[in-house]
């Protein structure tokens, strides 16, 4: 897990995937990550990445639902 946490401390994988290449939670990347002082990799491109992403899965969740 050293290895992914470092790699994301370098910008070179995002929190995501370093806790899949860690065959590890995000969560648990999330703790590790602290617990070891790694500086969060998050600005606010990011953030509005991450806007879109969850706005169009609530979309697309939303659809097909009964009424």
């Not at 370098?10 to 995501?16: E, R, S, V």
């Not at 990799?41 to 806007?51: A, F, G, I, K, M």
Request: hydrophobic share 35%; proline share 1%; charged share 35%.
């Amino acid at each position: 897990m050293e290895y992914y946490a470092q790699a994301y401390g370098q910008n070179k994988m995002t929190l995501a995937k370093a806790a899949e290449e860690a065959g590890v939670s995000l969560w648990e990347m999330m703790e590790y990550a602290r617990q070891k002082k790694i500086p969060a990799q998050y600005n606010l491109d990011d953030l509005e990445h991450d806007h879109k992403t969850v706005s169009r899965r609530r979309l697309k969740a939303g659809r097909g639902k009964d009424k």
